[in-house]
């Protein structure tokens, strides 16, 4: 359903958002995906957590980061790639850390022709000792991405009140217009699925806005938002984990994002989840 069409005035708020629609492959290191191998230098440090109260911090330098996701300038045209970049890596530590917010995340941006030699076994985390299971909910499984375009909408409180009236009288139902204006599962800019990131937070630098960078989520939720190339596989087959929970990530009750400076992408970014 096209909301700007049932609802006037809406139009002038539409945005675009990438979803990724991530499915599980073999993605190469000068791909996009998630999860996969990242093209990086042989020559370079592999990212490690430092945080104090990391709970995988065993000794100097800390735990290994994991590779959360990779993009090319070329696959996402939409993301301001800063000048002479043209490939985006974001790896994060999957320990504890006291608490559900700020997830140890980094955000590398580079030049792919730069990448001579490429990293063949970069460390990581030691989860021998560990529950199994507990840490793997927050590593992806490979996955190639097929990003396609959609339209979406603020959240009903972020409109003018006109506009809000218009889309409470149009929403009998009370939760249409919050299912219809905001994609689940994983995303790139947007809007975030509402109450899975904290309303106006601002950068940590420069005390700018935050935006959505990211949405990772469980999966790819609900009927309303399947692609139609994935049929409607029976629940609990492979082929339905394939389509519904393709990075096998357990991100929490509901999807969680990666919130960066509106003003400069170079400003640190922070990861909230419900
Ligand atoms: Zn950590
Ligand atoms: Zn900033």
């Not at 009288?169 to 689940?184: F, N, V």
Request: aromatic residues 10%; negative net charge.
């Amino acid at each position: 359903m096209d909301l700007a069409q049932v609802i006037p005035g809406l139009g002038a708020y539409a945005r675009t958002t990438v979803r990724l629609h991530p499915r599980p492959g073999s993605p190469g290191p000068r791909d996009s995906h998630i999860g996969g191998p990242l093209a990086w230098p042989a020559s370079e440090a592999w990212p490690h957590c430092e945080a104090a109260d990391c709970d995988l911090y065993l000794e100097d330098p800390g735990s290994p980061m994991v590779a959360l996701v990779q993009l090319t300038a070329a696959d996402f045209p939409e993301i301001t790639f800063p000048d002479g970049t043209d490939l985006l890596q974001i790896l994060w530590c999957v320990g504890y850390h006291g608490g559900v917010e700020d997830v140890p995340c980094r955000v590398v941006w580079r030049r792919a022709a730069e990448v001579t030699e490429i990293l063949q076994e970069p460390p990581v985390p030691d989860l021998e000792d560990e529950l199994p299971g507990f840490y793997e909910t927050y590593i992806p499984r490979p996955c190639v991405l097929h990003p396609e375009r959609v339209i979406e909408y603020p959240w009903i409180w972020d409109l003018p009140e006109d506009l809000r009236d218009r889309v409470q009288a149009w929403d009998q139902d009370k939760d249409q217009y919050e299912q219809l204006s905001t994609a689940p599962g994983f995303k790139i800019g947007g809007t975030a699925i509402h109450g899975s990131v904290p309303s106006g937070l601002k950068c940590v630098v420069c005390d700018a806005p935050t935006v959505l960078f990211l949405q990772l989520d469980n999966g790819e939720g609900d009927g309303r938002w399947c692609a139609v190339e994935d049929g409607q596989p029976d629940y609990g087959t492979p082929e339905y984990e394939q389509v519904y929970t393709p990075t096998g990530m357990l991100i929490d009750v509901g999807p969680g994002g990666l919130l960066a400076c509106s003003a400069d992408f170079g400003h640190p970014v922070v990861f909230h989840r419900q």
